[in-house]
């Protein structure tokens, strides 16, 4: 067994974390028995046996995407942290080694706390002894994010609500105490207490239940302390000053915002430009309006009412100071006022919904004018950035439009709301011109269509990018040539993927095909009463009339519609089998060419066949 430490002053937390997520490069380079332990001050290698390659290795491993830079005038190798000191034992010999300019030694550090002493070290077995006992470093940050896990458990915080400020803690430690305290949030947005614990000092907040729309109130707090010695008094002092400055900086704020009565606000966003090539935020609050008037109509969630307040609301609260110091919680900002004003509940919950999801895993809208508003919402600030000429270009998102697309698929997928996205477009392409116009802005119809189109195909490329990740490809692109309603999508690549879809393929490819032929013939004419001469022509016809009666696709019954496939095949094959389709006979290719158009018409529009691998 062999030893390695590299000390250093302080390495980020946000870099040990992306080590620790290196566990398979680590075992890969170093053996499977090998371990690593991360602390800010340290980063502790054991090897199951010593390696003559270990310099390139460590470098190897080390390396991240995390900033690095050169620390000495002569450095020839960047690093994020300028390294102090190397202790490196092979059981009870010192290795050689010279990284970054360090030569390595026996000894080590302890915690600054307790004086930074120097520790020395004989052997690799003395070394995790002396480094906990004498040195109070708790060198595994796999026991110390356990630690603080079950001090968070102790205080009844819920688990899920902290990982993020778990894995900072973890790694912002040699040495976990904690400290907990009551804090007076009355007056406070729970949430905004909730942030400036969490955010701005990396706390633990704890919440007592209260059942509200705004969320549970903050009582408390936890912090993690990295001091074996630390006079916890004077820490907590110093933190509940902080936290009350901030409490006080919020009350003055609302005290100030509330001279102002929530529902005229509205009016102050004409002041506010949202956009200088479409208009003001009142514009923007206009414009969603109409969006959410077309989805309220389509399907029939909420009441327009609602819908029609909430949407003229929902960016009100940009005009209010408690947004200029905490711009993070718009729309909550919104609802609090609204809620201490009386308004409807589900006007004032839609407020705050209208911008979830805000990050990839966060929650849903839940209530029905939320949901409503916050499709509303994300298309607008899709197509105002097409609009005004705004693009997304590689993986650069300055603006969230890609963002903003990833939850509006989730919303329409998951909810189950079908919208189409080309009759949405459709429908604003007059008031867009009518837009422009008011604003005496030239603006062409024949440009509206073009940027529209832009947006259409961007949302057409998310949709494929988003189904693929749990469909086939393929079978997603086929749907989206045809679909242009996500969740209708949706349905459509499911029925395909958990269903055999085998004969509707081939009947497909085999119907598709010789049309092709007859376009490329110029013999692609039907008529409307066939005269028909076989029995194979007469029970293909019954097929596709009674395909065309039953409706399967407009009722999205797509695996009943994939079903009816199999009884299909065998009539498709006995007809071709039986008659030449593009005979020289005008009156029998016409009518066979009848028959084959009226079974590929409800193939083609549930999905273009052709973008579809043999299956």
Request: charged fraction near 30%; glycine fraction near 4%.
């Amino acid at each position: 067994m062999a030893i390695i430490e590299l000390g250093f002053d302080d390495l980020p937390a946000l870099y040990l974390i992306e080590l620790s997520q290196k566990k398979k490069e680590f075992r890969k380079l170093f053996g499977h028995n090998s371990q690593y332990f991360l602390t800010p001050r340290r980063i502790i290698i054991k090897l199951d046996q010593y390696d003559q390659n270990i310099r390139t290795k460590i470098f190897e491993f080390l390396y991240t995407g995390y900033k690095s830079m050169k620390w000495a005038e002569n450095q020839s190798t960047p690093f994020v942290r300028p390294l102090r000191w190397i202790l490196s034992l092979d059981k009870d010999k010192l290795i050689n080694l010279d990284i970054l300019g360090v030569h390595s030694s026996n000894f080590t550090f302890s915690h600054r706390a307790i004086g930074n002493k120097k520790i020395f070290i004989q052997s690799e077995e003395e070394y995790f002894q002396k480094i906990r006992a004498d040195g109070k470093v708790e060198f595994s940050h796999i026991e110390r994010r356990e630690k603080i896990r079950q001090i968070l458990k102790d205080a009844g915080i819920s688990e899920d609500e902290t990982d993020d400020i778990l894995d900072i803690q973890t790694f912002s430690t040699e040495f976990v105490d904690f400290i907990q305290e009551h804090v007076d949030s009355e007056g406070i947005p729970p949430k905004i207490a909730e942030s400036i614990i969490r955010e701005t000092l990396f706390l633990f907040p704890i919440k007592s239940k209260s059942g509200s729309v705004l969320g549970d109130k903050v009582v408390g707090f936890i912090g993690i302390i990295d001091n074996p010695s630390a006079d916890k008094e004077k820490v907590i002092q110093g933190y509940k000053f902080v936290i009350r400055s901030r409490f006080d900086d919020a009350l003055f704020y609302i005290k100030e915002d509330r001279k102002i009565p929530f529902s005229q606000r509205i009016h102050e966003l004409d002041k506010i430009v949202f956009n200088e090539k479409f208009g003001s935020f009142y514009d923007r609050a206009v414009f969603l309006s109409k969006i959410a008037d077309f989805i309220q109509a389509k399907t029939g969630l909420s009441s327009r009412t609602k819908i029609r307040r909430a949407s003229m609301l929902s960016k009100a609260d940009i005009t209010t100071g408690l947004f200029r110091e905490f711009p993070e919680h718009q729309g909550y900002i919104g609802m609090f006022y609204l809620i201490s004003e009386g308004e409807d509940e589900e006007v004032a919950k839609a407020v705050y919904e209208h911008r979830l999801p805000v990050r990839q895993g966060d929650q849903l809208p839940e209530t029905e004018t939320g949901i409503v508003l916050s499709v509303a919402d994300k298309i607008t600030h899709i197509i105002t950035a097409f609009l005004t000429g705004i693009e997304v270009r590689s993986e650069e998102d300055p603006y969230g439009i890609r963002r903003a697309a990833r939850g509006l698929l989730r919303i329409l997928t998951e909810l189950r709301i079908d919208v189409d996205f080309e009759e949405l477009f459709n429908f604003l392409s007059p008031l867009i011109a009518s837009h422009y116009t008011s604003k005496g802005i030239d603006f062409s119809e024949e440009l509206i269509s073009q940027k529209l189109n832009s947006a259409l195909d961007f949302l057409k490329d998310r949709l494929e990018v988003f189904l693929s990740e749990k469909f086939k490809k393929d079978i997603v692109k086929g749907v989206i040539a045809r679909c242009f309603s996500p969740y209708d999508a949706m349905l459509r690549v499911k029925a395909l993927s958990e269903n055999d879809f085998s004969s509707l393929f081939y009947v497909a490819r085999r119907v598709g095909n010789i049309l092709e032929q007859a376009r490329h013939k110029g013999f692609l004419e039907t008529v409307d009463s066939p005269e028909l001469k076989f029995e194979v022509e007469m029970k293909l016809l019954q097929e596709a009339l009674e395909l065309e009666k039953s409706n399967l696709v407009e009722q999205k019954k797509y695996p009943e519609f994939v079903a009816r496939f199999d009884g299909i095949r065998k009539v498709i094959d006995d007809f071709f089998n039986s008659v030449v389709v593009l005979t020289n006979n005008d009156a029998e290719r016409k009518a066979r060419l009848t028959i084959l158009s009226i079974l590929f018409h409800h193939i083609n529009k549930f999905a273009d066949f052709s973008e579809i691998e043999k299956r």
